[in-house]
């Protein structure tokens, strides 16, 4: 079992559906980390989170430690926003690398 | 601007000719990281570098070196490229070596061994 399980895989939408990507882990972790990964192959950082709640734009990412588990959320999806969106989580306090979830492939229709 | 550049982007090479893949980054940041990314398995972490002359393994650091000379470079070398090394490699970099600090990535070199 893989430490870091992302739901679903693949994602097809049309354009203005409301967008929930789930990431479950089984290590403790320090922080928690989404990614999105262009068409082109560029990834960037969208969000890190370590407890509660973070809203950028159109996007919301949440964590419970509780339960190890986080939500990606987008509001009224856009073709642009078509991307492979991954998670990652950083185990412990110390400086280990970032351990990845295998990504969720979303593609939003016009 | 603020970026982690890699060279080449691509490349194609044979079994057994050593190469190497820079990165840099004009952040003066002190955490540098290799990360590969294979289809159905995601990315990895090959080797990373908490700062200047420090150097770590990752989770898949056989038939792979770095050094860590000067802040802003962290080369990736393959002394003995093989096919299982056909990948795409990502350098990135974050401020410091904590769990909350945002990691910039590089654009990617995707490698072929023939």
């Known amino acids: 079992k893989n430490e870091v399980e992302q739901s679903p895989q693949n994602l097809t939408a049309q354009e203005g559906e409301f967008i929930t990507i789930n990431c479950s882990y089984s290590?403790?972790?320090?922080?928690l980390h989404w990614l999105q990964q262009h068409p082109g192959g560029g990834i960037v950082s969208l969000f890190m989170?370590?407890?509660g709640k973070k809203k950028h734009g159109r996007l919301i990412a949440t964590i419970n430690i509780q339960e190890k588990h986080s939500s990606l959320h987008i509001t009224a999806s856009h073709p642009r926003d078509s991307a492979v969106y991954i998670c990652?989580?950083?185990?412990?306090?110390?400086?280990?690398?970032?351990?990845f979830g295998k990504g969720t492939h979303l593609i939003i229709q016009p | 601007e603020a970026q982690v550049t890699q060279n080449p982007r691509y490349l194609i090479t044979v079994t057994g000719k050593k190469l190497t893949v820079t990165c840099s980054q004009n952040?003066?940041?002190?955490?540098m990281s290799w990360y590969r990314q294979d289809p159905g398995l995601g990315l990895r972490q090959i080797y990373y570098?908490?700062?200047?002359?420090?150097?770590d393994k990752g989770d898949v650091p056989e038939g792979y070196k770095v050094s860590r000379k000067e802040k802003r470079n962290f080369p990736l070398i393959l002394e003995s490229p093989s096919p299982n090394q056909t990948s795409l490699y990502f350098c990135?970099?974050?401020?410091?070596?904590?769990?909350?600090?945002?990691?910039?990535f590089g654009p990617g070199t995707r490698l072929t061994v023939l």
């Open positions: 990135a970099s974050s401020l410091h070596p904590t769990p909350h600090n945002e990691q910039f």
């Open positions: 290590v403790g972790i320090s922080a």
């Open positions: 989170l370590s407890s």
């Open positions: 990652a989580v950083r185990r412990g306090g110390g400086a280990d690398g970032l351990t």
């Open positions: 952040m003066n940041h002190e955490y």
């Open positions: 570098s908490m700062n200047v002359e420090v150097t």
